[in-house]
């Protein structure tokens, strides 16, 4: 099996020497990065299962790089390392996806312990991904055989077309159009978007639009972050500039919504 391949983060020279040591004894594929700015650069170039970051680094801090590898990377794992005067920013960064937060400095052993936690928690990522992929296609086989069956039994137009502002969605060809612009969605994206359009203008909460346009139920943490990666890639299609969304607003600790 493939050594995992494991990221260092940390601008003190000494710790950084003492992690890679740690990790290196371990087996495991080490990069190091210096600083955030190369961090960046590598988390660029390369796939990591896991990245050891500190958090208190000048000009680019660990913050801004988790959150550029997030929006890259959803599976890989992050622990961070963090002084105990900045404990409301190794706290911020859990908000932000982070495994765990280790205490500098730490215990070579309580270091091996923890990738190996985050290590199998990434392993779990992974599996997981794979049966959602794998739900995913059952969903679209079932679904094509519900189609086939309306098909057959046929569809009243006030049924068939849902029309709000520029947007008019088919449900008869799970097609949509918006503002004469045939929109090319998954089925995944296709039932998230008639979910919001159904539910406006109320916004709706991530959980709901698990269950609604996927199918099965999660925690509330565990939807917001399905959620938010199924919205980023809906943003894409639909949104004339996906960086500042004008039809699927993010409402505030309530979910989303479409704004017609």
């Given amino acids: 099996m ?3 391949h494991v990221l260092v983060v940390d601008d003190e ?14 087996g495991y594929q080490i990069d190091t990065a210096s600083g955030g700015v190369e961090a960046l650069e590598k988390i660029r170039r390369s796939k990591y299962q896991l990245v050891m970051l500190d958090l208190n680094m000048q000009p680019v801090d660990g913050l801004q790089v988790l959150s550029t590898l997030r929006a890259q990377d959803s599976n890989a794992v992050v622990i961070i390392l ?6 409301e920013s190794a706290v911020e960064a859990m908000h932000l996806g982070a495994f765990d937060y280790l205490f500098k400095p730490a215990s070579p ?15 779990q990522n992974i599996r997981r991904l794979y049966l959602l992929e794998q739900i995913e296609g059952l969903r679209q086989k079932l679904q094509a055989f519900d189609d086939e069956d309306r098909l057959e039994a046929g569809m009243g137009g006030s049924e068939r077309f849902t029309r709000l502002g520029h947007l008019v969605i088919d449900h008869h060809h799970r097609a949509v159009t918006l503002a004469g612009r045939l929109l090319d969605l998954t089925t995944t994206e296709f039932d998230l978007l008639a979910c919001l359009v159904e539910a406006s203008p109320r916004p709706v909460p991530p959980r709901q639009l698990v269950t609604r346009a996927l199918g099965y139920d999660s ?3 565990g939807a917001r972050e399905i959620i938010k990666w199924h919205i980023h890639q809906l943003r894409q299609k639909v949104e004339p500039d996906p960086n500042k969304p004008v039809y699927i607003k993010t409402v505030r600790y309530k979910g989303y919504m479409w704004n017609s």
């Fill in 82 to 87: 963090t002084a105990h005067s900045t404990i």
């Fill in 13 to 26: 020279p000494n710790i950084l020497f003492v992690l890679e040591r740690t990790l290196r004894r371990e």
């Fill in 219 to 221: 925690g509330d943490m």
């Fill in 2 to 4: 493939k050594p995992a």
């Fill in 109 to 123: 052993e309580v270091i091996r312990q923890r990738v190996r936690e985050g290590l199998q928690r990434y392993e």
